[in-house]
């Protein structure tokens, strides 16, 4: 099985400008969910995507959004970047039918915001 | 809403000995799943541990184990023979029924002393 990969690893941006961040899922896992994890806090559910569909979203603005490939890769935008947004990203996949929350975690991407 | 606390920002541990981290959590719901998952320095995140609510026997993996008091709404951690490869932050997470979207405390940092 091949992991969960994301890229960029790091990466800067000033404020307002767009950032795409993207993962590749494990191999067989129809799932991906991404979160948000600001420094010494815990992760924070952004949304979760399962046939190209977003099928849950936590509590952040639509500025926020993604998308899900056939082939499972999955994107997350963010526009109009604020200081806030600096954190790492983790992506995560999984298998409807697996075990509930048994989630597979890419490295992250960092992203600082000036 | 959901919540999950983790009460101890920092632990350490010599080599060899137990140490548990504590959690505690918060819902309404009667059905969910609750997991500590491990993040080490710069890698990703992985999945210790998980328990279902309904079940009332503690789950168990290799030198892992959970004291699950549902009435509590407590979740401990309990780590025996600790070693070096055990440093990491530790996140205490559940889920709500059989969804994907997982609530995390803030973490635990554990350091395992030589």
């Known amino acids: 099985e091949t992991g969960v990969t994301q890229s960029p690893t790091h990466l800067i941006k000033t404020r307002g400008q767009q950032v795409t961040l993207r993962c590749s899922s494990q191999s067989g896992h129809n799932t991906v969910s991404w979160y948000q994890q600001a420094l010494g806090q815990g992760p924070q559910f952004i949304f979760q995507?399962?046939?190209?569909?977003?099928?849950g979203r936590g509590n952040f603005p639509p500025r926020f959004s993604g998308l899900q490939f056939p082939n499972y890769s999955s994107e997350l935008n963010v526009n109009a970047l604020e200081l806030d947004d600096s954190a790492l990203y983790l992506c995560?996949?999984?298998?409807?039918?697996?075990?509930?929350?048994?989630?597979?975690f890419g490295e992250g991407s960092r992203l600082t915001v000036l | 809403a959901q919540t999950v606390t983790q009460s101890q920002p920092e632990m350490s541990v010599q080599e060899a000995e137990t140490v548990t981290l504590s959690c505690t959590y918060d819902?309404?719901?009667?059905?969910?799943?609750l997991f500590w998952y491990k993040q080490p320095p710069s890698r990703q995140m992985i999945l210790v541990i998980r328990q279902e609510a309904y079940k009332q026997q503690n789950a168990t993996e290799n030198r892992f184990s959970v004291n699950f008091q549902k009435a509590a709404k407590s979740f401990s951690l309990k780590i025996s023979d600790s070693q070096l490869g055990d440093t990491a932050m530790y996140f205490c997470a559940f889920t709500l029924g059989g969804a994907n979207n997982l609530f995390f405390g803030t973490g635990t940092r554990l350091t395992v002393i030589p």
């Open positions: 995560a996949s999984s298998f409807v039918g697996r075990g509930a929350g048994e989630l597979f």
């Open positions: 819902t309404s719901e009667n059905n969910y799943y």
């Open positions: 995507y399962y046939r190209e569909e977003e099928n």
